[in-house]
């Protein structure tokens, strides 16, 4: 250690001896915690974690703990984390994931001290009313950040303080981000009025960091990438020019000075127009302005990544071009000869950028000096790690003590293959080991992940967000003296993201002392509401709640505006698909008092009665399943009318003409083939909140004032003998139509199948022991009203 003091440990009954080290800034911030609801902001590495542990023990007593992590690595890491250091029976802490089935969490959760789980999870059991937190006594948020808009930390929190007895929250961050609204919006939705933070700086922590070492290298652009880019600089211009003759984009708008953020605007903007109007000026502006995106981003590679990195990213071009449903701005970008220039000239470049071989050689110093180090390089894109990788596989880098190995996302589009979060996990444990001695990561390790202590994190270019530069540099210097090297070509972007990048940390720092009153310990945050004055605190009022926020506001707006169908809550009964659980949908219906049944619906989103199924589609997943040949709406609605008397489609959203580049003739076309060869009505709603209004009316009409079962199977009239046959099969353990004929063929009657064996029955294919069992259980179990 830095101090080089023997590392003195906590004691508590709950704790293993000799295994929790005594950190006096972990001990101070738990303090706080234990007093109040609080959010912590600490440097990873740092030990969060632990302090979460110290508040946990302090509130165990009270009742039960909920530990959330947004990604199964982080639960189980967590999970492991408290077995190891704590004397309570492993059984009492449970890891709840999708992979456990509902019922079985529900038995778990009466039985668990401490339940750890994906927010999804609890979410979804919270629909279905199969949890409640009445009994949680601290409930524990890691990655807080995440905590806006309809992320399910901002559910989970709300019913929290609804549900709990005593509540008490504690949310971890490495890095809340550097808009004050933001951290606002997060303490808000978590009802927290503390935030205690530390950096490394802070005298209380420094003893336990070691500095890290921070150089930036720049590297020379060779002439002939810089030609590269100046051909494309010269088709962007043409495009902006197009543009401005449009009147879209200013004159003298220069390439380089039009952000992404201004572009996507302009796409917005256009769009609006189109609503409004249709216009071919307009559709030509849409394309226009998707030409200039891809241009500005194959110089970026160009500048930035590599020739591998712009090859891959024209190859996939070329593929856009060739489609049927490719897009427009493809199509033309191959049209012009001076961008096919630069793809022949890209395409037969034999050089790479300079930047590979300053990777190349750092890791080839770094491990002659040291051969046990640990790296890891950063890069943005997935082509680069790709690139890297290779390079050092053709040079044989292991000869050189280089272990290399890619570490990456799940996959993300169509063609590249992600690393599942089992393969994650599996390849952090050998880096570790040293197995591998070198990380080749793109931006999946920003949060938490638990990578091991490095010596040095190299950044193949800087990266413009205060989080993910934050997250990466808690990498290194957990327990050496740490580097941190970023690659730089110079007068590209690079050097402005840089300084970028560097100035958003400092602003994070400064909106983060305010709000915790400095960074002192425990400030109290003073106990008046929040003003209107831009630098004002956090409230803390008796009833420990925040005064509403426009948001809020809008929420409460919502909420009335499904409330207002009945004077007295009605006890209705909705089967929701789980896909729907993303959607504010479930959760209006939800707070509405509606009783939520969560399944995996083969056919429509809602089941509101036998007769009524109602497929819920946005206007842009509707015109999406126009254009994309494998989400066939007709199929779905033909299905949704073969199993069910009344179905009804639902367009939510505004504006369902001029986007996509459908035509509205298009659009038209096929709604009246919805609504007059499939006699399936559609009907068009706002936003989620009057989608679930809409549910909420129909699910009342079905349902009273004579109550009827819902029952997830449709109830299709005048069905077929054979039809009659499936369906009752069908119907037990929900058992597929596959398997459902397959039993019929061998057992020729519904009632063979009633009087089979279990062995019996298991002779049928795609039918296993658990099948088998469940049809017999159904079958032979006495009923209970």
């Known amino acids: 250690m830095h101090n ?105 959760w009466d039985t668990a001290k401490i339940v750890v789980s994906t927010p999804q999870v609890i979410e979804n059991d919270l629909l279905s009313n199969r949890v409640s937190l009445r009994d949680i006594a601290l409930l524990i948020l890691d990655e807080c950040h995440r905590a806006v808009g309809n992320y399910s930390y901002v559910y989970i929190a709300e019913k929290y303080y609804e549900q709990a007895k005593e509540p008490r929250v504690l949310g971890m961050t490495a890095s809340p981000g550097s808009d004050m609204e933001k951290i606002r919006e997060i303490c808000t939705s978590l009802g927290v009025k503390h ?87 307009l559709y030509k ?11 500005k981003h194959a110089i970026e590679l160009v ?23 490719g897009s427009k701005a493809a199509k033309r970008l191959l049209k012009d000869n001076k961008f096919v220039d630069v793809v022949s000239m890209v395409a037969s470049y034999e050089g790479e950028h300079p ?37 050092l596989h053709r040079l044989n880098a292991e000869k050189a003590g280089i272990k290399a190995v890619k570490f990456i996302g799940q996959a993300s589009k169509v063609g590249d293959k992600g690393l599942t979060q089992k393969e994650q996990v599996g390849i952090i444990n050998k880096f570790k080991e040293g197995v591998y001695n070198v990380l080749v990561a793109t931006s999946v390790a920003e949060e938490g992940l638990d990578i091991p202590a490095t010596d040095l994190v190299l950044f193949y270019e800087p990266i413009p967000s205060a989080i993910r530069s934050i997250q990466r540099k808690g990498r290194t210097a957990r327990k050496k003296i740490g580097k941190v090297i970023v690659l730089i070509a110079k007068g590209t972007r690079d050097e402005g993201y840089y300084w970028l990048s560097r100035s958003k940390e400092r602003a994070m720092g400064r909106r983060i002392s305010e709000l915790s009153g400095g960074g002192g310990i425990g400030n ?35 909420q009335r505006q499904i409330t207002e169908f009945g004077a007295e809550p009605l006890q209705l009964t909705v089967f929701v698909d789980m896909r729907e659980t993303r959607s504010g949908v479930a959760k209006f219906l939800a707070k509405a008092g509606v009783d939520l049944k969560l399944q995996n ?65 298009v659009v038209r076309a096929v709604m009246a083939t919805i609504a007059i060869d499939f006699s399936v009505p559609i009907l068009q709603t706002r ?99």
């Open 524 to 558: 109290e945050v003073a106990e008046t509401a929040i003003s209107a004055k831009v630098n004002a605190n956090l409230e803390d009022t008796a009833e420990a709640k925040v005064k509403p926020s426009h948001r809020e506001q809008k929420e409460e707006q919502k």
């Open 4 to 108: 080089h003091q023997t590392p003195k440990f906590v004691s508590h009954p709950l704790l293993k001896e000799a295994v929790v080290e005594q950190r006096k800034y972990q001990i101070s911030i738990a303090e706080a915690g234990k007093k109040d609801s609080l959010m912590v902001v600490l440097p990873t590495g740092l030990g969060k974690t632990t302090i979460a542990l110290f508040v946990l023990i302090d509130r165990l007593e009270k009742g039960k703990i909920l530990f959330l992590a947004p990604t199964r690595p982080l639960v189980e890491q967590h999970s492991a984390f408290l077995k190891n250091v704590m004397t309570l029976d492993a059984s009492r802490i449970q890891t709840f994931t999708g992979t456990i089935s509902a019922d079985k969490r529900e038995k778990l």
């Open 687 to 785: 936003d989620e909140a009057d989608t679930a209004s809409l549910i909420y009316v129909i699910a009342k009409r079905e349902q009273m004032p004579n109550p009827t079962e819902v029952n997830p199977h449709g109830k299709k009239p005048s069905a077929s003998l054979r039809e009659q046959q499936e369906y009752l099969i069908s119907a037990l353990s929900n058992i597929g139509i596959v398997t459902t004929r397959n039993l019929l063929r061998r057992f020729k009657t519904v009632e063979g199948i009633l009087t089979a064996s279990k062995e019996e029955l298991m002779e049928v294919e795609h039918v296993g022991k658990k099948t088998a069992e469940h049809i017999k259980a159904v079958l032979s179990a006495e009923y209970s009203s």
């Open 285 to 295: 502006a849409l394309s226009l302005q998707a030409e200039v995106l891809k241009l």
């Open 303 to 325: 500048e930035t990544q590599g020739i591998f990195a712009v090859r891959k990213y024209f190859d996939r071009l070329k593929s856009e071009a060739l489609s049927k449903e």
């Open 195 to 281: 935030v205690e933070s530390r950096t490394e700086y802070d005298h209380d922590v420094a003893p336990y960091v070691f500095k890290k070492n921070f150089e930036w290298r720049s590297v020379e652009v060779p002439e002939e990438i810089k030609s590269l880019k100046r051909v494309l600089d010269e088709v962007l211009e043409t495009r902006l020019k197009e543009l401005q003759k449009l009147g879209f984009v200013r004159k003298n708008k220069r390439g380089r000075d039009i952000s992404k953020t201004e572009l996507l605007q302009l796409r917005r903007i256009i769009e609006v127009q189109l609503a409004k109007r249709k216009h071919a000026d």
């Open 355 to 391: 930047k590979l071989s300053a990777v190349i050689r750092i890791l080839q110093e770094e491990i002659r000096v040291n051969p046990a180090i640990k790296i890891i390089v950063f890069t943005n894109y997935r082509d680069t790690a790709e690139m890297i990788i290779s390079t």
């Open 601 to 665: 619906l083969e056919i429509g989103d809602y089941v509101v009665s036998d007769r009524v199924c109602i497929e819920r589609k946005t206007t842009l997943d509707f015109l999406d399943s126009l254009i994309n040949k494998r989400r066939n709406l007709f199929d779905q609605i033909h299905r949704m009318k073969s199993e069910y008397e009344n179905p009804l489609l639902v367009i939510e959203g505004d504006s369902i003409y001029g986007q996509r580049n459908v035509h509205p003739n």
